[in-house]
Every structure is written in structure tokens, then in C-alpha cells.
């Protein structure tokens, strides 16, 4: 089955694995709504390259994923101007690393809100519209984290592993809709949120970037590779293809081996 003229809506989609699947699904002939935070002018230039690369419909709604009524007039404004919302992934994520007891309550409202509760809005807003047509694929960028834990990553975690449950909840909801949803877990991808941990890292231990980024690899990955976005896009389109079309409440994991200890 072709994706042609389907509409794919990408949160957190401006830069790393949420920019390499909106690229890829523009790829497949999908029109494609950006969601993220930039330079205005740097977003434009994107969504203008995304078109004339791929010959597609490509826009830009710069709501934060934090606040439920900004998303739903992304979804709402996805379908005004895109002509609906076929393919949801929910990709949008921050990150805060502490201790539980030194952990700021703001910090942990926050990743609740942006790495968990978003994608429940989002799936809320959007589900009306894909029961109508009888198909929709809802693909959720959980992670490693989703599966097993990290010390001093708690709501980044609970998060993750929130975002496994809804997947599995919306999947047995939508069984007999033609809608699909699952889950992709990763492991280390060289994003910016991964490559700030490694900053921070190096700066900590007084070490270079190069030797921390080793580190964290040989801590988790057993292959000791970073995971490209390209092949985690590349797992999202498989999720919205019709080879795909009867897994329902599942993960696909890219790890390099971590969660095989």
C-alpha cells in the first residue's frame, strides 16, 4: 500500500529523529505538519525544502507540546490545511537528569507533561478524525527507558513506560477500527537531547566528548553504536505501511543489545 497523499503529523519534528521521520514520510509521498521549537526563519526554509524535495504539502505549527488547547489546534490545523491527520507520531521529548530526592518538581511536571501526557492529547485530538476514514497509524517514539530503567532519569523513565501502556490501551481500543497504534524504542541516538547528556558528561569528568560519548555507549550498548534517526525513521514508515497493518500494541526496539542483558 502506498502512503501517497496521506498526512503525517510529527511532534517535535524541527530537529533529530522527529526531523529524520518527517523527512522520510515526505519521502513517501506524505504531506507532512512540523512541530517544534526553532529559529523561525530556519524552520521555514525547512518546510520549504521539505516540498520541493519530495513534491508534497509541508507546514509548520509551532505549538508547545506542554499546553493540551495548543494541542489541539495543532491537530486541528494539521487537518485544515494538510486535508486530515492519516499518520500521528508522537516524538516530542525533554530530558532532566537528577537524584530522586534533588529532583525539581518542576522538572518532573514538565517531562510528564511534554514526554507522556502530550501524546494522549495528540492521540485524543486526532483518533475522531482516523476512525472516520476507517485508517490511521499512531506511532509513539517511546525508548530503551520505556522498557528497562536509568538511575537519576525518574520522569524521563515513568514517562517512557507510561507511553508503553498507551500504546498498548489505544491498540486494544482501536483493534477493530482500521487504526493501528505501537511503539518504537531506541536506544542511545545521537540527538541533541543524547548529545547534551554527553556534554554535560565530559564537562563533569573532565574528560573529552569523544571519551564520554565511548562511555555512555559501553554503559547500555553492548554494539557500541549510536542508533541513527534515519533507521528509526525508517521504523516508522514500516509502522504505517500495510506490512504492518496487523501489529497492534507492540514496541520495535533498536538498541544495540542493551535490553538483551
Not at 518527517?22 to 519521502?27: P, S
Not at 494522549?120 to 497509524?137: N, S
Not at 530503567?149 to 523513565?157: G, L, M, P, T
Amino acid at each position: 500500500m502506498s502512503l501517497k497523499a496521506k498526512v503525517a503529523l510529527v511532534t517535535g519534528s524541527t530537529s533529530g529523529i522527529g526531523l529524520a521521520i518527517a523527512r522520510a514520510f515526505a519521502a513517501e509521498g506524505c504531506s507532512v505538519m512540523l512541530n517544534g521549537f526553532g529559529d523561525a526563519a530556519a524552520i521555514a526554509r525547512l518546510t520549504d525544502e521539505i516540498a520541493a524535495t519530495h513534491g508534497v504539502k509541508a507546514a509548520y505549527n509551532g505549538a508547545d507540546m506542554s499546553k493540551p488547547a495548543e494541542i489541539e489546534t495543532l491537530v486541528a490545523d494539521t487537518a485544515s490545511r494538510l486535508g486530515g491527520v492519516d499518520i500521528l507520531v508522537n516524538n516530542a521529548g525533554i530530558q532532566h537528569v537528577a537524584p530522586v530526592e534533588a529532583f525539581p518538581t518542576e522538572k518532573w511536571n514538565a517531562i510528564i507533561a511534554v514526554n507522556l501526557s502530550s501524546s494522549f492529547h495528540t492521540i485524543h485530538a486526532a483518533l475522531p478524525l482516523m476512525k472516520q476514514k476507517r485508517w490511521g497509524r499512531i506511532i509513539n517514539v517511546a525508548s530503551t527507558h520505556g522498557l528497562v530503567a536509568s538511575a537519576q532519569k525518574s520522569a524521563y523513565v515513568a514517562a517512557k513506560h507510561g507511553i508503553i501502556g498507551l500504546t498498548k490501551v489505544v491498540g486494544l481500543e482501536c483493534a477493530d477500527t482500521g487504526v493501528t497504534c505501537n511503539a518504537i524504542c531506541p536506544g542511545w541516538v545521537l540527538t541533541p537531547l543524547v548529545q547534551a547528556q554527553i556534554d554535560a558528561r565530559a564537562k563533569a569528568q573532565g574528560i573529552s566528548v569523544e571519551q564520554a560519548s565511548k562511555e555512555l555507549l559501553s554503559e547500555k550498548q553492548p554494539q557500541l553504536q549510536f542508533t541513527k534517526p534515519e533507521q528509526i525513521a525508517a521504523f516508522a514508515v514500516f509502522l504505517a505501511s500495510d506490512a504492518a497493518s496487523n501489529m497492534q500494541g507492540t514496541q520495535l526496539v533498536s538498541d544495540g543489545g542493551w535490553t538483551a542483558q
